[in-house]
């Protein structure tokens, strides 16, 4: 079963990803034919447990998948909807007909959230929302009571942004919006479980796009010829090429280890190391890559754009690597010098300072 859902994946993601639709991702369009598709294989309900009518798959196969859209830079908002599926189900609500993305991405972001009469209003705006002008929105919103996870449809005040791979970041502002759906106040995710989900699902995206930079680059070192060999050929090229796959190395084991330990139990310092990391090695990747490629690299037609401004963009998301390193800097200070190598060694890791999402 683990092979057919990531041998679905692949094929259904290679067959989606066709120019045409990477070009009107390229315009932050959103693919509702595409969407279907996924669908109808069932992949969209890839984390959704079978008693909520899923596949149920597990934390290495969802990672698998991430890893695999990343790749082919799949211009759908599947990993959002993995997000929002997560933080419905926590909170006791039924699983969605429609799409759905998350909020807030930003560290610091919050909606007021008023209950009257039984109903819950919200207001506040929130920053970069993945596809917030296409889908209705899941967020974390504060209240006295503790976190309170809402459905919200999209309002009618958004201005429309795009990151720097034209992915749809938008603003949006609800000012006593009315509430779709909503947990109970206090049960779910809290911010910060959320915020650490997200800073997760960028981090195997990342790698996931990281693979086929690195490939694209070889591949193109050994086809391309100067002054009569491959550029593969010349001791420098093949010194940075061992600097990128090391690079890469190094990010695919550090998301490993933060997709292992999510799968045992709270992974907080794992995944903070993953997302910094990742977001540390995204400028060399990408700067030896393009190096290397030359002025093949920048043109539209060629694909390596489409993963290279997806890892700078991604690295900004959910945490960037500084905001991540202050938080494991400020842990390693809080333990002291003897308490480091234990705490580092322990199966299960309990940071003794709190991220502040």
Not at 135 to 141: G, P, Y
Request: charged share 20%; glycine share 8%.
């Amino acid at each position: 079963m683990d092979n057919l859902l990531l041998n679905t994946a692949t094929r259904v993601f290679s067959d989606i990803c066709t120019p045409a639709l990477k070009e009107a991702g390229e315009e932050g369009h959103f693919s509702t034919e595409a969407w279907a598709l996924l669908v109808e294989t069932g992949l969209v309900l890839a984390n959704t447990s079978e008693d909520r009518g899923g596949v149920g798959a597990s934390a290495y196969e969802m990672a698998e998948i991430l890893r695999i859209a990343g790749s082919q830079a799949l211009p759908l908002p599947l990993p959002e909807v993995f997000l929002a599926e997560t933080a419905l189900s926590a909170a006791g609500l039924p699983p969605a007909e429609t799409p759905l993305t998350v909020a807030p991405a930003i560290s610091g972001e919050r909606l007021e959230a008023v209950c009257h009469n039984g109903a819950w209003t919200v207001r506040g705006t929130l920053h970069m929302v993945p596809w917030g002008r296409h889908l209705d929105i899941v967020t974390i919103a504060a209240t006295c009571d503790g976190p309170l996870t809402v459905v919200l449809r999209r309002p009618a005040e958004i201005k429309a942004g795009m990151n720097l791979a034209n992915e749809p970041r938008d603003r949006v502002t609800f000012m006593g919006a009315e509430v779709l759906a909503a947990g109970e106040p206090g049960k779910g995710l809290s911010a910060t479980q959320l915020y650490l989900a997200g800073a997760l699902a960028r981090s195997v995206q990342t790698v996931g796009a990281m693979e086929r930079i690195r490939d694209l680059t070889v591949e193109y070192a050994q086809a391309r010829q100067q002054f009569g060999r491959p550029l593969a050929k010349f001791q420098a090229v093949q010194q940075q090429i061992a600097v990128l796959a090391s690079q890469v190395a190094a990010c695919q084991a550090a998301v490993d280890g933060a997709v292992e330990a999510s799968a045992a139990g709270p992974a907080t310092f794992e995944i903070a190391a993953a997302k910094a990391v990742t977001g540390e090695a995204t400028g060399t990747v990408a700067a030896i890559a393009h190096q290397i490629h030359g002025a093949m690299g920048f043109t539209h037609e060629y694909p390596l754009h489409l993963n290279t401004r997806r890892i700078w963009s991604w690295r900004e998301e959910f945490g960037t690597e500084a905001e991540w390193q202050r938080w494991i800097g400020r842990n390693m200070k809080a333990l002291g010098g003897a308490g480091i190598w234990p705490f580092l060694s322990a199966k299960a890791k309990n940071p003794p300072v709190e991220i502040d999402a």
